[in-house]
């Protein structure tokens, strides 16, 4: 009988057990699900160690470690605090009854974050262990009301769950009590099972525990319950702070339709009933879904209570009771604001680094380790070797010649033992031209400064190395000229007196290369006693740059004398300007002298007083063809007589212009014309152009009576004079022309002349000033010891720069940036000074202006964030200084926001100047008042004795602030609440002084506002 009882029974209630069971296992998520999907960080450690055993997906964000080099870690590896910081900052906790820690957290990138962290204990596996979240409080300063809303909510949560426990083990005790009665068997099968229920009931009270713990200690993810018809029954801490409503103002009362925007939800009503084929309107927008959803399908603006919209990322699921009925449904939303503005930030950082590229006209490509050609960048891809199709993705030894690859890879070489690359050069054959390239390559690392992959920069380098062919060709050309021509080069270190001779000039004496060293006194030995004179041109050069071009002998080692014509020049100075290095060619013209030696027998007298006229001659026949020029007339004409003899006096290669630049025709040339009309011309000036240079000329021509000669050209350097006119019409130009001011005195002092700019900055006309001194314009804002010092920087250095105050004939006062500068006559004689000045007045002004915005708040004139710190930062100098005491206000408007709402920004700024206004009468001209932000503002309060000697000011700013204020024709009213700390109580720095006073102030705030608290150290 037993038997077929238990056979009737087992199985039902097998059957009801495992679907109790399954029920259970699928209408919770296991803790594992809700580690991994949670968005706030949380980490699993050993209390013991403090080593890290897991962490979930938020923490590797956050963190910026892999989730496997996290549990390599403890959290000693991120917390930034000493072991006394850490010891302080607990016993700070258990002062404060606070159930979570604040310390300091170092990030994978270096940075630190402040944080909270809640931890709970939590047994896993038989081990126990610590579950930890993460609350980073960088980015806010109310995260202490939210932990402790957060563990309120927890506590009620959890006696809620007990509640639900205990009724469940009610039902489930009365169950066993009847199936005593109905078979022995029967209870003892559910005893057993009781106890396993038991077990089961007590690890999933843990789980719910942990799971509800870790929900409420989320303040990053907004979590909102409805019913079926869309009223909110849940509303957790992070959906208050998102929102800014309390859960009292919104669990039973309202809809999530209350934080949408319309016009979103219309465009989801729309969108849904086009693709379903029905109406769908209100609530049913959040909870209809399409089969091919986006990401921007998630995406929703929510409205806050203070009116500002905030990007999230919403799911939303349905909520099922045990028979897997729906009885709701969950949103969980998340801020995105700061995930859209580092995408935003990502792209724009993106097409930055585009543009840059597409600057660089080189060709820049990324190679890995096995030379395989990831990806390139160019800005013309028609230069490129291959199109992209038939590289990317392929190794540089599969797609480019032997020759390149080998280059790429011992570039990649250098670039792995040190980083870089520089200075390899390869070619290639592109449309049957030869290119060259240089490559620069960068080794490209990872976070672990492991070398992933190799930057190439590709320059086309063909223009240089053909220039450089090019040169080493003309190079090797001019060496063979010189060569043919017999021409020795030398080079003299004068300093050294070292003169080195190239292989023809001691060949062309007969001496074998190198056979002497060459000096100086050497040369002088050589030199034919007859021809000592060249000494003294070279002398002449030294000292007066004097042309150096001089013809003498030598003497040779068979006893003869060689004829040398050289010409030389000074190519380098020392910093004193003393001639440091001279070069220069010899030229064997022994064959020409002979020859020239025997015309000179037969024309000596004639061509002596030809060649030693200091002017340039030339005579041509009846025809004008040049037939005779002398030597200035070749130095002059920039040609060698035997071109002169190869051209007519109107032959096309003159080139010739009028004073005036243009070009001068042949007819009006002074010869043309003077053998055309036989008459003299005189003094024609005339600019000549020719291959060494250009020349001023004064060209006399006459017409001769002769059988073989028709006219004789004279022609006078008249270059210097021209300059000088020129350099002396430009001085002039400057002077008269110049918006500054510009006054020349004598040695004396006494104004000589002054510009149209003077007259414009002073005031003054010139007759007013002529023979005064300028003194004259002394505003006397400079001391006597000033103008010592300008006029001793004036006596030891020639000239003095700087900033005056001068006065105009108005009597006004202005700024001048002045330059003095000696002018000495050719003995070194102070001859003259010469002052440039310019008023500098709007410059000041600016510069002011600048300042002041710099340092000062636009709407109340108060300072502003920088100049507190300045003056703070003086404040503790000065107690340091002077063991002194000084106070730090923090305060915060109460109702701002409402009078900003209710009358608009005009409003507020009107009360925001009245309320500075007050503060300003209140407080000591020593103290400090500035705004640092909306309805914020910090005071100084400098120079106390005691703690309570800033009772009464305290006193008299709450009650100057609360006294209503008349704007936009209406009276509103505002009250303060103030937050204070003492230096050097609170022995921090600048910045940690605000903040405690801001803690303080929000403490005043808390406890009921328009009151003022300490902070306590």
């Known amino acids: 009988m037993i038997l077929n009882v238990m056979k009737l029974v087992r199985p039902p209630f097998l059957v009801l057990a495992m679907v109790c069971y399954v029920g259970v296992a699928y209408a919770l998520p296991t803790f594992d699900d809700f580690f991994e999907r949670q968005g706030a960080v949380m980490l699993i450690m050993n209390p013991v160690t403090g080593k890290i055993v897991r962490a979930n997906r938020a923490a590797e964000n956050f963190y910026g470690y892999a989730r496997e080099d996290l549990k390599q870690m403890s959290i000693q590896d991120l917390n930034t605090l000493t072991p006394k910081q850490i010891s302080k900052e607990l016993a700070l906790a258990r002062e404060e009854k606070r159930n979570y820690f604040i310390f300091r957290h170092r990030l994978a990138d270096g940075t630190t974050r402040k944080v909270a962290v809640h931890s709970l204990p939590y047994s896993f596996e038989g081990q126990s262990l610590l579950v930890s979240t993460i609350h980073d409080l960088s980015t806010g300063r109310h995260q202490e009301k939210d932990l402790q809303h957060y563990q309120r909510n927890l506590e009620e949560l959890l006696v809620l769950q007990e509640k639900e426990l205990q009724e469940s083990h009610e039902r489930q005790s009365l169950i066993l009590v009847l199936a005593v009665f109905a078979q022995a068997i029967l209870i003892l099968f559910l005893f057993f099972d009781m106890v396993r229920r038991k077990q089961l009931q007590a690890e999933l009270k843990q789980v719910a525990t942990t799971l509800t713990n870790i929900m409420d200690a989320s303040t990053e993810v907004a979590v909102i319950a409805t019913d079926t018809d869309g009223v909110i029954t849940q509303f957790n801490s992070g959906a208050q702070k998102l929102l800014g409503y309390s859960a009292e103002e919104i669990v039973g009362k309202e809809t999530p339709l209350k934080f949408h925007l319309e016009k979103e939800v219309q465009a989801r009503a729309q969108k849904l009933s086009e693709c379903l084929k029905r109406p769908v309107e209100g609530f049913q927008v959040f909870i209809e879904k399409l089969e091919n959803e986006t990401s921007d399908d998630h995406r929703w603006h929510y409205l806050r209570k203070d009116g500002v919209s905030v990007p999230v990322f919403l799911i939303i699921t349905p909520i099922l009771d045990e028979n897997q009925h729906k009885i709701g449904y969950l949103g969980v939303a998340q801020d995105v604001s700061e995930l859209e503005r580092s995408q935003q930030a990502l792209i724009d950082a993106r097409n930055q680094l585009s543009a840059t590229l597409d600057t660089i006209p080189d060709l820049l490509f990324e190679v890995d380790h096995d030379g395989c050609i990831l990806n390139f960048h160019t800005a013309d891809i028609s230069k490129l070797y291959l199109n992209p199709e038939q590289f990317l993705g392929k190794k540089v030894n599969e797609v480019l010649p032997e020759s390149v690859s080998d280059v790429i890879f011992q570039a990649m070489a250098e670039a792995r033992s040190t980083g870089t690359s520089h200075g390899l050069e390869y070619s290639l054959e592109i449309e049957g031209k030869t290119r060259y390239y240089e490559f620069s390559v960068a080794a490209k690392t990872n976070y672990k400064n492991e070398v992933v992959s190799f930057i190439f920069l590709s320059r086309d380098v063909t223009t240089r190395v053909l220039q450089s062919k090019e040169l080493a060709e003309k190079d090797e050309r001019l060496n063979l000229i010189l060569s043919a021509s017999k021409i020795g080069q030398w080079d003299w270190d004068i300093k050294n007196d070292v003169m080195l001779w190239d292989e023809r000039s001691y060949t062309m004496l007969g001496y074998e290369p190198g056979a002497f060293k060459v000096d100086h006194d050497k040369w002088l030995s050589l030199l034919h006693p007859d021809d000592l004179y060249v000494s003294e041109r070279l002398r002449a050069h030294l ?189 002039a130009s400057v002077f008269t022309y110049a918006r500054e001011g510009i006054m020349i005195t004598d040695s004396h002092a006494r104004i000589v002349d002054v510009n149209e700019g003077f007259t414009q900055i002073t005031g003054y006309d010139r007759e007013e000033v002529l023979g005064k001194n300028p003194n004259i314009l002394n505003s006397g804002c400079q001391s006597k010891e000033f103008y010592n010092l300008m006029w001793k920087s004036l006596f030891e250095k020639g000239h003095w720069t700087g900033e005056v105050w001068n006065r105009n004939k108005s009597g006004t006062v202005y700024p001048q940036m002045l330059t003095i500068s000696t002018i000495k006559n050719s003995e070194g004689s102070t001859q003259n000074y010469l002052a440039l000045f310019t008023d500098i007045t709007s410059q000041k002004e600016q510069q002011k202006q600048l300042e002041h915005i710099a340092h000062y708040d636009a709407l109340t004139e108060l300072p502003n964030r920088s100049l507190l710190a300045d003056r703070l930062q003086q404040a503790i100098f000065a107690s340091q200084r002077h063991d002194s005491m000084f106070a730090v206000l923090f305060i915060d408007l109460d109702g701002f926001k409402q009078v900003n709402d209710q009358h608009g920004h005009e409003a507020g700024d009107e009360l925001l100047v009245e309320v500075s206004n007050r503060m300003k009468t209140v407080l000591r001209e020593e103290d400090t008042l500035a705004r640092i932000g909306g309805d914020e503002f910090v005071v100084v309060l400098a120079n106390l004795e005691d703690f309570n000697d800033c009772e009464m000011i305290l006193g008299r700013l709450l009650e100057s602030i609360s006294e209503p204020i008349d704007v936009q024709g209406g009276t509103v009213g505002v009250t303060a609440s103030i937050g204070v700390t003492f230096y050097p109580r609170d022995n921090v720095d600048a910045e940690i002084l605000i903040r405690h006073a801001d803690h303080a102030m929000y403490q005043a705030k808390q406890m009921g506002k328009n009151q003022y608290r300490y902070f306590e150290v």
């Open 543 to 731: 000292d007066k740059e004097e042309a150096y071009s001089v013809t003498y002998r030598l003497h040779s080692p068979e006893d003869n004398w060689v004829w040398i014509e050289s010409q030389g020049q000074i190519v380098e100075r020392d910093w004193e300007g003393n001639p440091r290095r001279m070069v220069g060619i010899h030229m064997d013209i022994t064959d020409r002298k002979v020859s020239e030696d025997l015309l000179i027998k037969n024309e000596e007298r004639l061509r002596t007083i030809f060649e030693i006229l200091p002017i340039g001659v030339t005579l041509t026949d009846k025809h004008g063809q040049i037939v005779e020029c002398n030597s200035a007339s070749e130095s002059l004409l920039g040609i060698s007589r035997e071109e002169h003899l190869a051209r007519k006096y109107d032959a096309e290669q003159w080139k010739i212009c009028r004073p005036d630049g243009t070009i001068m025709p042949p007819e009006e040339y002074a010869s043309v014309r003077s053998l055309k009309n036989q008459e003299t011309i005189k003094n024609q000036i005339m600019h000549v152009r020719h291959p060494g240079g250009c020349v001023w000329l004064s060209v006399s021509a006459t017409p001769l009576n002769h059988p073989t000669y028709g006219l004789v050209v004279s022609y006078v350097d008249i270059s210097d004079k021209r300059e000088a006119e020129e350099r002396l019409n430009l001085a």
